[in-house]
């Protein structure tokens, strides 16, 4: 008598192990789907930002370009005017 008492709580056991065993499988499958989205996200947060950072530098650039173009005309007007001015007198 003891003895089935036993196997039905073994079986009920084991089953009850399965049943976890199966319910940590497919939280496992979530984690990894959410953590595979994530990435995704994260991955495409990660250009954007690249992106922005290469459009910053390339504005930065434009300026810094801008920047000496004035001066070197103003340096060429400047050397046009006083050679103009050393002719005229």
């Known amino acids: 008598m003891f003895a ?3 196997q039905a709580a073994d079986k009920i056991s084991q089953k009850e192990e399965e049943r976890l065993a199966k ?3 497919v939280e496992e499958l979530i984690d990894a789907r959410e ?3 994530q990435d995704k996200v994260d991955k495409k ?3 954007l930002e690249d992106a922005k950072q290469r459009f910053i530098e390339k504005q930065r650039e434009k300026k810094r370009e801008s920047k000496k173009m004035k001066k070197e005309k103003i340096a ?3 050397k046009s005017a006083t050679k103009k001015s050393v002719k005229f007198a």
Do not use: F, T
Request: glycine content about 0%.
């Open 35 to 37: 953590k595979k989205k």
């Open 23 to 25: 319910k940590m499988a």
């Open 45 to 47: 947060k990660q250009k």
């Open 4 to 6: 089935i008492i036993d």
């Open 76 to 78: 060429k007007a400047i």
